[in-house]
């Protein structure tokens, strides 16, 4: 059994309104130094699985398919055995 977690984040040419939004509240209580704010997605989930090659097939094909948007967002993932 393996455990993935995905994190899914608009391209960095994309603009982020929620990101501007969630930084300019975060400046309007003080923390100033803070720059750059983008939000993203976190997605956890398990397969079973033979290896972890297919593992990383699968979930880079779910990945592809239904949690990112391939146009918009890229996508990582971390695999760990369970």
């Known amino acids: 059994m393996y455990k993935v977690k995905v994190t899914v984040t608009l391209r960095k040419t ?7 939004t969630v930084e300019h509240s975060l400046h309007s209580l ?3 130094g803070i720059s750059g ?3 993203g997605k976190y ?3 398990f397969i079973e699985a033979d290896s972890e090659e297919k593992v990383k097939l ?9 949690l990112s948007n391939p146009v918009m967002e890229d996508y ?5 055995k369970v």
């Open 58 to 66: 699968t979930a880079d094909e779910a990945c592809k398919k239904l």
């Open 14 to 20: 994309i603009l982020d309104p929620q990101g501007k």
């Open 37 to 39: 704010t983008r939000i």
């Open 30 to 32: 003080g923390y100033t």
């Open 43 to 45: 997605i956890e989930f």
């Open 76 to 80: 990582t993932f971390i695999i760990e």
